[in-house]
């Protein structure tokens, strides 16, 4: 046949004549089926088809004219040309030639049984790794018959010519009758009876290599694409893929508000349905799915070399998972060839948002909010507004060009809002589900995605503080420079700043951000009272019948996104570190904390882990920490025991540790030791040989040297870790540690601050020095001249 191919004689190098997105389908089932990965089978027809189709309607002429007559600056006369060459393609007949071929190829893809296809539009110029095309032109789902496959391929020929397809060919300077349309053909797979989504084989907000990134939801998958539900989200971490182990790392469900199924009865071949509540509590995917998924993506960049856009499909019927597109990532990809530098923003507010949502972009803006429902309030948006919308339409991309931000009720990262906003390079805040509603025309708002997976949108407009990032060339120290983290959310991003890893990982901040509740709450869950705080518990760890469950998946996924961010690189945890008066501000936390009189002084550090108080709380972080090493191979986790007063009571941690699974020396576990009680400096030694690092909490230290409460604003005066005690405490371990062959660091703001403390610990040997991510590059700088001072 001249005009129909079928996929399986399609590879990539015949792009040219059957498009991107054909040409991705027919490779991946020529060289990636034997591997197991499950391509639908279909056909395409020809760039040659389309072109026929045009000579023997006599099209080329008129169609030539009228875009010659189009006004490329203003695009004021776009809707007029757009509609009559519209017009025009929905008047042509195809070619007997064509419509016979396709036809005899549909006939042999039924094989005498009755099938529904997708025909979707592959441009010829689409896919490109610099120009994806994506949502540019139509496809259309469950065509059943003849006569509806053949309408449906000049209904793709008629998208060519949607005014957004026009739009896009001439802002990436493609010839227009340059451009042609192949269809391809391609057999459904009943994903409206199971689940369908869109993965990235990288971060596709911060560019981060090492993970996929995985939405999905209920239904058909044109929901997730167009951003028409929040969708459930998964990261797997390549190295435990490409090592056989537990890949996933991280776990988000969504909201999955509706699903797009076939309907019966209507003229409409689709239709989208409220997601029964049943299902909206659930993940679309079972976790063996999620990392079938994530092999096949991982091998699907691996033959392409290069990140990949890919739509997967899972069959309900049968259970089957499947690949239905794959093209190249481009907006990340091209960001990191031009080497796009990085700001840093500093807001300064304390009000609290109007709405919420997953944060695209990271920036922040202000602006006047048009509110769009549609193209007819296109003449009420200004250049510099933000658009509010429930979701956005392929057709607002010109627009959108308008928008310094957007914000939608729906869509999750891989919406069509999402995407737009990337290319456009602006940021976004989707998925917030009431935005239309709390936000009105007119009014002035702040919309802040600088505070990681969470954008937020603020009344007003606010003032903040914004810098450009140099990291410069000048970075490499023999004293190693590592971060202070608390928030995960902004782990792969940190990635790429100059570090050797993370020196302190809060893990108190992880529990009261993304667990919320009192660990031994969870613990003794049914035993608690009933009461206003036993409901908020059950509301917020509703899937999980056991409660401990959602601790141990919570912290163990916020310590192994930050792990796969740094990985290689050592990332210490510290083990719990509240006081009791914090932990009784969690959930649950009141029934459970003693009132003290002086909290930092009190029942904290070491003495919880071994204490019947908490010491079944210990064993949900040790249980954590075991499975982020040993199930996901992150064996870059170490561990860290804060306050820990006494020899003895370092060893009753490390053994209550082990029975729980986490065994110092065990598949490679270093535990290391704050330094920062007066009896860690004077026993260095012998806390050195029971654990295997020393990092300095310099403010506890400075606390307990001088005398200070360090929460005391009348004293707060006298603190100071420059303090001649202070260093000489700072002296003396650093010294016991060299001497003992014990790796060393500090935790704290001074080296970043002061130059010359700086150069006192580097002067005596220091291993590692620890910095939040705003103070790290002014660390390192002044580790540098300490350095060239030696």
Known sequence: MNYCVNFRDIKLTDLPSVGGKNASLGEMLNTLSPLGIQIPDGFALTADAFRLFLHENNFVEPLTEWLTELDINTL?????????????????????????????????????????????????AEDLPTASFAGQHDSFLNVEGEENLLNAVIKCYVSLFNNRAIKYRIDNGFEH????????????????KGSAGVAFTLDPETGFTNVIYLTGAWGLGENVVQGA???????????????????????????????????????????????????????????????????WCSQIEQHYGMPMDIEWAKDGLTGELFIVQARPETVQTQK??????????????????????????????????????SLADAGKVQQGDIIVADITNP??????????????????????ASIVARELGIH?????????????????????????????VYDGKLEWEEHEINFGNDTQTRTKPMFILADPDNAFRLSFYPNEGVGLLRMEFIIANAIRI?????????????????????????????????????????????????????????????????????????????????????????????????????????????????????????????????????????????????????????????????????????????????????????QLTLGIDRDSSIISGLFDENNAAVKEMLAMVIRSA?????????????????????????????????FTPDALLKGIENIVIAEKAL
């Open 428 to 456: 976004a805040v989707v998925g917030t589900m009431d935005a239309t509603q709390k936000l009105k025309d007119g009014q002035i708002i702040t919309v802040s995605c600088i505070e990681g997976d969470e954008g937020r």
């Open 229 to 295: 539900v929040n969708p459930d989200e998964f990261y797997l971490f390549k190295p435990a893929i490409q090592a056989g182990q537990r890949s996933i790392i991280q776990h988000r469900m969504g909201a999955k508000e509706n699903m797009m199924v076939y309907s019966t009865g209507t003229e409409r071949p689709i239709i989208n349905i409220a997601t029964p509540r049943e299902k909206r509590d659930v993940y679309c995917l079972s976790d063996t799915d999620v990392e079938q998924l994530g092999r």
């Open 336 to 373: 990191q060839a031009k080497g796009i530098g990085i700001k840093e923003y500093k807001i300064h507010t304390s009000a609290l948002p109007i709405c919420k949502g997953k944060a695209v972009g990271r920036s922040i803006v202000s602006g006047r909010v048009s509110i769009v429902e």
């Open 395 to 416: 057709d607002w991309n010109a627009l959108l060009k308008k928008a310094v931000s957007i914000v939608t009720n729906k869509g999750g990262r891989t919406s069509h």
């Open 177 to 192: 009758l340059k451009v042609a349309l192949s269809v391809g053909v391609q057999q459904m797979i009943r994903s409206d």
């Open 738 to 770: 060299k001497q003992s062959g014990t790796k060393i660091g500090l935790c704290g703001q001074a080296p970043s601050d002061y130059p010359a403390f700086a150069q006192f610990l580097v002067k005596e040997g220091i291993d590692s020095i620890s």
């Open 76 to 124: 004021s006369n776009l809707p007029e040309i757009g509609q009559k060459c519209r017009n025009l393609i929905g008047s042509g007949v195809l070619p007997d030639a064509v419509k016979q071929e396709t036809l005899l190829a549909y006939r042999l893809l039924e094989n005498d049984a009755p099938i529904s296809v997708a025909v979707r539009s592959s441009a010829t």
């Open 518 to 702: 009192h660990p031994m709450a969870l613990v003794l869950y049914d035993t608690l009272p009933d009461s206003n705080d036993k409901k908020a518990i059950e509301a917020i760890t509703r899937h999980y019948h056991d409660k401990k469950k959602y601790f141990i998946e919570k912290l163990s996924e916020a310590v192994a996104t930050v792990a796969a961010a740094f990985y290689p690189k050592d990332v210490i945890i510290r083990m719990s570190d509240f006081k009791t008066n914090e932990y009784s501000q969690l959930i649950g936390g009141a029934l459970y904390e003693p009132k003290e009189e002086n909290p930092m002084l009190g029942f904290r550090g070491a003495s919880r882990y071994y204490h019947e108080r908490y010491r079944e709380g210990f064993g949900m972080e040790c249980e954590a920490i075991r499975i982020v090493r040993d199930e996901m191979g992150l064996t870059n986790v170490k561990v860290m025991i804060p306050f820990c007063r006494t020899v003895d009571e370092g060893r009753k941690v490390l053994d209550v540790m082990k029975s729980f699974g986490l065994e110092r020396t065990k598949n490679g576990l270093e535990v290391y030791v704050m330094a920062e009680i007066p009896s860690n400096v004077i026993l260095a030694k012998q806390f050195a040989e029971i654990f295997d690092g020393f990092s300095i909490g310099s403010n506890d230290l400075t």
